[in-house]
Nanobody, 121 residues
Framework: QVQLVESGGGLVQPGGSLRLSCAAS????????MGWYRQAPGKQRELVAT???????NYADSVKGRFTISRDNAKNTVYLQMNSLKPEDTAVYYC???????????????WGQGTQVTVSS
């Protein structure tokens, strides 16, 4: 009922920038918190950043000052601007949203398909 589609991943050099986008579509009554997670090979998935409907943000210490999360509620879209990228940022990045598909539905978590970000010289 709710689908998340990500875009913007790719290959960049250390110090470069990328902007990820994630658009929610389908049957959407409301969206609460949206966020980004990442997972590198052989490692557990970790939280990168979250943002509430009102714009309150939270960042992992490893990306604070380099990444910026934002959202456009009218477009049901969340963004992640990544600057000063490091090889350690290499991972598959996943979009997550807490949403209700109807007025009578319970709030559930939805995940995007993931987009690869590779930082290498």
């Amino acid at each position: 009922q709710v689908q998340l589609v990500e875009s913007g991943g790719g290959l960049v050099q250390p110090g470069g920038s990328l902007r990820l986008s994630c658009a929610a579509s389908g049957s959407i009554f409301s969206i609460n918190v949206m966020g980004w997670y990442r997972q590198a090979p052989g490692k557990q998935r970790e939280l990168v950043a979250t943002i509430t409907r009102g714009g309150t943000t939270n960042y992992a210490d490893s990306v604070k000052g380099r990444f910026t999360i934002s959202r456009d509620n009218a477009k049901n879209t969340v963004y992640l601007q990544m600057n000063s990228l490091k090889p350690e940022d290499t991972a598959v990045y996943y979009c997550k949203a807490g949403a209700r598909s109807s007025a009578w539905s319970r709030l559930d978590d939805y995940w995007g398909q993931g987009t690869q970000v590779t930082v290498s010289s």
